[in-house]
């Protein structure tokens, strides 16, 4: 039996990676549930699925913990979270921003093998990523694909590697229009049913600009291989452009437990529990060019894959504040990327060397946003 913890769990690839774990119960043991808060749905998946431990970081009720199944122990914060990845052989990490960066960590340096969904700690833990990338096994749709692509090409024949981008809500809406944008029209994403944190990315695009940088670190490729293109029916997840004019693109349909049962067997791969999907419903299959000056996110992170250091955690911070911002509807949507830009003008903070350096850059980033919002955005709503 393969024991697999999830980090997560309440979430959006938390709840479906559970959809794939309770298809195969002679071959996962579901060891620990790991998330945020103690609520009613950590409690329903900790009777389903009867893990040894149960981990919330907030602090349960005596009823909550007494409803817990015969065998099953409830542990708080990071104590329960090492429980928790020592227990399994494969660790899914499907915790939101930049709170995903420690249960990596935690993960990679305890020798386990990670099923990484979060994407903030595969770009700010990047010497470890590099250094362990046997041991990981991407699950972000659009990595999950390129990993299949890459391991089956001879890597010196490649010339460019793509990364799909639905284009969010705002594909077709001006620039001034997107000034106007609201928190509903920012989280009503036209492809997939994600966390808020990760909806609000794939609106600025900023979510590409990360899968970039995840791509570079997962992948050992040049910032300048990687690129982006518009495709908006988000079924091509990833494509490999090879020397000869050969285009090898992976498809399957905009429905995250395709990646998550592939990382969870890999590399064995296993007949779908959900049913085929048509081939005809995957069409039809367009393309467009990214508009560079709706979507500046790109060019940002672009440039912070070529800055590095201290810059790339700073960028993943005060990504992660900003979006807090106009998901309190203090900033206006436009905001999000400007106050991300000035932010890392003012980068005056050493290079990471250790963990808790990258800890640190991600919280002088949020203090820095709030600074800026206070003195410059505050009230302008
Ligand atoms: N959703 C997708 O389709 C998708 C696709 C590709 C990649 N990803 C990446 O996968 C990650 C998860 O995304 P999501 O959409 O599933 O997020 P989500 O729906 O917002 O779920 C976040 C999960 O993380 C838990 N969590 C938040 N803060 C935590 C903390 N400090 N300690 C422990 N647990 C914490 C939450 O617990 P509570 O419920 O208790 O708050 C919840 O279980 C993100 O990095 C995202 O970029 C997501």
Redesign the pocket.
Known sequence: MMRIAV????????T?TLEVVERFPDEIDLVAL????S?D??LEQAVKFRPKIVV???EPDKDWISSLPDGTEYMKGDEG?MAAISLADRVM?????V??IK?AYYTLKEGKTLLA????SLICLGDMVRKSRNRIIP???EHNALFQILEKVNRAEVRTVYLTASGGPFRNWTLEEMRTATKDQALNHPR????????V?SATLM?KG?EMLEAVNLFDLDLDTVKVIIHPQSVVHGIVELVDGTFIMHTSATD?RVPILYALFYPERKASPFGRSDLVSLSPIEFEPVDQEKFRALYLARWVGEMGGAYVPVLVGADEEAVNLFLDEKIGFLDIVDLIERTLSEVNIPDPETVDDILDAVEWARRKVNEIYEREYAGRL
Do not use: C, H
């Open positions: 980090l997560g769990s309440t979430g959006s690839v938390g479906q790991v998330a945020r808060r609520s749905r950590l919330s970081y907030e979270l990490n499907a915790v939101s921003g709170s995903g249960p969904s979060n994407k903030e699950v972000d749709s997939w049913n994600m966390g808020a944190k990760i909806t990315d979510n990360f995250m």
